[in-house]
């Protein structure tokens, strides 16, 4: 059963536009939420975080927005750029459970 | 500062055999978490160290096994090897316990089993 779940396994952007990759969650109790980027033959790295008490975090162009109600976040990237072409992982966490929940990922693809 | 790194980075082993993986925190990091990526699937949490005590372990077989030493450098085991065994298996480090904390990665090691 997946807990967290990014079903576009790929998406492809014009470079200047906006990036939006999706993440949604079965599990109430996750209370904190993180995204990672990946480059091949590279570790994830992380990218951007938010708690549940918040609905959107901004870091320069990321934006990660969280709707609690139905379960799902998103990450804006704006303006796309070539070197943002890399895997977007996107991971939960429960206060009761310290695991990190990861979603299978989503490649993203900036076009020049 | 030096980042994580692991060893060996590219491993191919035959069905029945056991394997031991080493990962190299960043220096001053004291937890270790160890996860298995496999195509098409996210990071799976195998299991997390911190000093010397595992904290938290995922829903894996008893043949996967870690340990953290000391130094906060951590191994982790495989024995008898399976086919589904064949991954990426990442290790990262962070200051503290708890996955609230960023994460910083290694470049994983590949593990083939024949």
């Known amino acids: 059963d997946q807990q967290v779940k990014q079903n576009s396994p790929s998406l492809s952007v014009q470079e200047g536009r906006i990036s939006i990759l999706n993440c949604d969650y079965t599990n109430s109790m996750f209370d904190y939420f993180l995204w990672y980027k990946k480059y091949p033959a590279e570790g994830p790295t992380f990218l951007i975080s938010?708690?549940?008490i918040k609905d959107k975090n901004e870091d320069g162009r990321f934006t990660v927005f969280l709707n609690k109600s139905a379960k799902h976040l998103s990450l804006h990237i704006v303006p796309s750029q070539p070197g943002d072409s890399a895997v977007y992982f996107c991971?939960?966490?429960?206060?009761?459970?310290?695991?990190?929940?990861w979603g299978a990922g989503t490649k993203l693809i900036i076009k020049p | 500062k030096a980042g994580v790194t692991q060893t060996p980075r590219y491993l191919i082993k035959t069905r029945g055999q056991q394997v031991t993986l080493s990962c190299s925190p960043i220096s001053g990091h004291r937890s270790v978490s160890w996860y298995q990526q496999t195509p098409g699937q996210g990071l799976q949490f195998l299991f997390e160290?911190?000093?010397?005590?595992?904290?938290n372990k995922g829903n894996f077989p008893g043949r996967f096994s870690g340990r953290q030493f000391s130094n906060s450098r951590s191994e982790m085991n495989v024995s008898t090897l399976e086919l589904g065994d064949s991954a990426l298996y990442l290790c990262?480090?962070?200051?503290?316990?708890?996955?609230?904390?960023?994460?910083?990665f290694g470049p994983g090691t590949r593990l083939t089993v024949l």
């Open positions: 938010i708690s549940s």
């Open positions: 160290y911190f000093s010397e005590t595992q904290r």
């Open positions: 990262a480090s962070s200051p503290a316990a708890g996955s609230y904390n960023e994460q910083f």
């Open positions: 991971a939960a966490s429960a206060a009761s459970n310290y695991q990190l929940i």
